[in-house]
């Protein structure tokens, strides 16, 4: 697979000619480092574990289906991007993909920055104890009420994403006293080579103020004349799951140069540019995702230059990887139930969960990884897709994988790579009990979000 290609790839039948699969790996057995979260091993009988707990044990512990989040690697990755960018940067950790009041406090206590969308995030995000001035409010329909609240706890950014927003910011800010630091979310007309319903930074989009046109310039005019508003600088999110940085050298031409006509039109040189998040994880082994130090290193030479070239100051940049930190910290922990071999074709797996717990496949076509985890096998090869419990033909966790073929009912599959939008997507389809997240590290484990009960289910339907 090429750096420049999304792993969901285009849509392909059910069936695909002969010859389209790659062989199946060397040793089914094997568990990429590269796909898998730091901590994760076999031990002497073969059974995978996890911050030293064997998977057999969580499942007889926390059930299945449940997510399991290797804390040791994600502290890890927090550090290593903080690292990287280093004193003079910001990271904002993309609450999207995957919130909770304990990942919260990891964040906090590694120094990182805090994104997010909606209040629901960002009412977790102070309940935990996020310093509000760290946190950045996006959103391109944010209500009144979520501003309200925003402004009044003093969120340190929020980003603009329409002209009647820059309108309602001001107004609400300066209703509660306060003068409120913006950015402006801009559409640079750079598509990123994703997935089309996660690729936005084209102009035929909902997010943000395209540069085209001048409206990017307008937004900025509206913004520097309303005493409620403190511009400081602009946004740029050119989409998701990006392995070439080609994208984002054009991204941040076309910002450095709305910054160089704000300078010269307002004599005014901001002193932010954010560009967004949406960096690649390896889903498969075939994936080949940069490391925060590379990114960087990329990012800073690609903005340094322009605006040498512009003649303007650097300004401090900020990034937002959400499905780079915690992506690869989780996997899902499955156990199969029905085995239905389909002559000629494939073997359909069924396992205890499905699309209500990861909606990625069905949505995007995304591809995953699975293993075999609760043994180690011998026998040959077989080519299977893995299938939730849910009634839709679409209800697919790992569309194409080899799996061992003395496979049976009970034993444990995990998914790696599940950390991102696979919690935070989840669904009650068919009534299903969203799964726990369970956190794992240094031989111990602990439930950060419960399972759904039937109570929980009940409790909401008032008759």
């Not at 690292?83 to 990942?103: I, M, N, P, Q, W």
């Not at 009647?164 to 800010?173: D, L, T």
């Not at 998914?415 to 696979?422: D, L, N, S």
Request: glycine fraction near 10%; proline fraction near 5%.
């Amino acid at each position: 697979m090429s750096r420049s290609a999304h792993p969901a790839g285009p849509r392909h039948a059910d069936v695909l000619p002969e010859g389209h699969y790659t062989a199946p790996p060397a040793d089914l057995n094997a568990l990429d480092p590269k796909v898998w979260s730091r901590t994760v091993d076999r031990d002497e009988r073969g059974i995978a574990t996890v911050g030293g707990l064997r998977v057999t044990d969580l499942a007889e512990e926390f059930g299945t289906p449940a997510y399991f989040l290797d804390e040791t690697d994600f502290r890890a990755r927090c550090r290593a991007w903080a690292e990287a960018f280093g004193r003079d940067a910001d990271v904002y950790y993309a609450g999207k993909a995957f919130l909770s009041r304990a990942v919260v406090r990891w964040l906090h206590e590694e120094g990182l920055n805090l994104d997010v969308c909606s209040g629901g995030e960002l009412a977790t995000a102070l309940s935990a104890g996020m310093p509000a001035e760290r946190i950045a409010f996006h959103g391109n329909n944010k209500s009144e009420e979520e501003i309200r609240t925003a402004v009044g706890a003093g969120v340190g950014r929020i980003v603009l994403d329409s002209f009647q927003e820059i309108v309602r910011v001001a107004h609400i800010a300066q209703s509660l006293g306060r003068r409120q630091p913006v950015q402006i979310r801009v559409t640079v007309g750079v598509e990123a080579h994703t997935h089309e319903f996660i690729a936005t930074a084209h102009e035929d989009q909902k997010f943000g103020i395209a540069l085209a046109g001048g409206q990017a310039a307008e937004a900025v005019r509206r913004t520097l004349e309303l005493d409620g508003l403190e511009l400081t600088g602009i946004h740029s999110h050119i989409g998701s799951q990006i392995f070439d940085m080609a994208g984002f050298e054009v991204s941040a031409r076309r910002v450095v140069g709305l910054l160089a006509e704000i300078r010269d039109e307002h004599g005014v040189e901001l002193p932010e540019i954010d560009l967004g998040g949406g960096l690649g994880i390896a889903y498969t082994s075939e994936d080949d995702p940069r490391e925060p130090h590379e990114i960087a290193k990329a990012l800073g030479e690609i903005v340094t230059r322009e605006c040498e070239a512009a003649g303007l100051r650097t300004p401090r940049i900020s990034v937002e990887p959400g499905r780079a930190i915690v992506g690869p910290t989780a996997f899902t922990l499955y156990r199969v139930g029905t085995i239905k071999p389909l002559e000629g074709l494939r073997t359909y797996v069924s396992v205890d969960g499905g699309m209500s717990d990861n909606i990625r496949t069905a949505l995007y076509d995304a591809e995953y990884s699975v293993a075999l985890v609760s043994r180690t096998s011998d026998a040959a090869p077989m080519l299977s897709r893995v299938v939730g419990k849910h009634c839709e033909s679409g209800d697919i966790v790992v569309r194409d994988a080899f799996l061992p073929a003395d496979l049976a009912p009970g034993d444990l599959l995990a998914v790696p790579a599940t950390g991102a939008y696979c919690r935070s997507m989840a669904s009650n389809y068919n009534h299903a009990l969203r799964p726990p997240v369970v956190a794992v590290r240094d031989g111990a484990a602990r439930v950060v979000v419960r399972r759904e009960t039937e109570e929980d289910l009940l409790r909401l339907d008032v008759g």
